[in-house]
């Protein structure tokens, strides 16, 4: 991880100026790295301000590769929930095998930071991008790729445009299981199973195992929800047993597994994980990404924890808003919307509110009863009890819902130490590439 190393590195040393959505006016000119040193108070941020919480991400993270090591499973997460470098090497030295990625730009990204390993959970067509990956596998041999295929068309498209680049190492591929009215993926084992063999005529592809997503199948938590999952991945082994004996690698993969189902992957999929023997090792791979901030909307609600199984997490990311208006009774609105926030998998929620006094001192108080129902391109719309305690000007910390609709508003994000703490301090700037 040479590369990546130095890559976080140099972000750290990268001076902040105007361009910087997060940088406060006295930090231009200074590298993140003296900003960071000098430990700034949360208080003295502008608002809407997206921030980590450092404490939350270390026990998250502790937590999900200690329970993947228990289960015998493997991690790759997915790196598009942050994009962010930093972060992908906090994740790379806690022991996951690998960085997902979902399309050509972000596999750009991960590459060009310095990735040693990336698994593209998807297909990958485009010839122009394919010549690439051939060129970078071609030029570095310790670098690993490996993507998605669902179709004759897709296999066709790949072979002729790798012949055509001259590849010289061939292309490892999932056989990519779907359902029907979901995303991609062949729909039946016998569209599968006619995909691997056009994989084994490709001379310039490599039968590398078989993926699928179950979160496509449901949003639901509940037992029909959990069946319909089970139902899929037992689909996937299924298919898996048939071509254990066409695989072209060493180590094939049978990779699943979001951040809501990952207990159900371990408990199906985990089985099929096979040690180097004579016959082919088989990693069974995870590609869950929210953990490392998890929220508090969707995922606290279906993490497997919420059911009794799977590691604790808790979330790592708020936005934190102030009260800018309140020109009618029991409305508040606030200086965060869309442009800040995510909204797709249910509105933020007021968690607290944070008053500085006069003397300097700071007052937090815990919040019930208010809703944010309603957001436009800047502002929030809140609804007041009788009894609230927000005032104009106060300082509002929202919890929010679905990391990977947060990180892409903020292109470099503070950490603070404890979101939680009496004091908060600032003491990193994480950076993403969206």
């Not at 991960?110 to 030029?139: K, Q, Y």
């Not at 009260?323 to 009774?329: D, T």
Request: hydrophobic letters at 45%.
């Amino acid at each position: 991880m040479t590369t990546l190393t130095r890559t976080v590195e140099a972000e750290r040393e990268r001076v902040l100026d105007w361009s910087d959505k997060a940088a406060q006016p006295e930090w231009f000119g200074r590298s993140v790295a003296h900003v960071s040193a000098s430990e700034p108070a949360l208080d003295g941020l502008s608002t809407p301000m997206m921030t980590l919480d450092r404490r939350a991400m270390d026990e998250n993270l502790s937590s999900m590769a200690a329970w993947c090591r228990d289960a015998g499973l493997s991690l790759a997460p997915h790196g598009k929930t942050t994009m962010a470098p930093a972060l992908w090497r906090e994740q790379l030295e806690a022991g996951s095998f690998a960085i997902t990625v979902a399309n050509e730009p972000q596999l750009r990204v991960a590459r060009g930071a310095g990735v040693p390993r990336v698994i593209l959970a998807n297909l990958l067509l485009r010839p122009g991008g394919l010549a690439w990956v051939a060129a970078e596998l071609d030029a570095d041999e310790d670098f690993e790729f490996v993507c998605w295929v669902d179709s004759l068309d897709a296999v066709r498209i790949m072979h002729e445009a790798l012949t055509a680049a001259s590849a010289r190492r061939k292309v490892a591929v999932l056989i990519e299981l779907g359902h029907p009215r979901s995303r991609t993926g062949a729909r039946t084992l016998p569209e599968a199973l006619a995909v691997a063999e056009a994989v084994g005529q490709a001379s310039t592809l490599a039968l590398a195992g078989v993926a699928g997503f179950e979160g496509s199948v449901t949003h639901a938590t509940n037992a029909e929800g959990i069946l319909a999952v089970d139902e899929f991945l037992h689909e996937m082994v299924e298919l898996h047993r048939i071509l254990s004996d066409r695989y072209e690698v060493p180590e094939a993969i049978l990779s699943a597994g979001g951040s809501a189902f990952f207990d159900r992957v371990a408990a199906i999929l985990g089985p099929e994980r096979r040690e180097a023997t004579e016959d082919v090792a088989v990693r069974v791979l995870l590609r869950s990404g929210a953990y490392i901030v998890h929220d508090d909307g969707y995922y606290r609600g279906a993490t497997p924890h919420s059911r009794g199984t799977g590691p604790v997490f808790r979330s790592a990311m708020h936005v934190w808003t102030r009260v800018i208006s309140m020109p009618e009774p029991g409305i508040a609105y606030l200086d965060a919307g869309k442009r800040d926030l995510p909204f797709d998998e249910g509105l933020p929620e007021l968690q607290l509110v944070r008053t500085v006094q006069t003397d300097g001192t700071v007052q937090s108080v815990r919040l019930a009863g208010h809703e944010l129902f309603a957001t436009n391109d800047q502002h929030s719309h809140v609804r007041l009890p009788d009894d609230s305690p927000l005032r104009v000007g106060d300082v509002v910390r929202l919890g929010l819902s679905h990391p990977c609709t947060a990180f892409d508003k903020w292109s470099l994000i503070p950490v603070v130490d404890d979101a939680s703490a009496e004091r908060p301090a600032v003491v990193d700037l994480i950076r993403t590439y969206f």
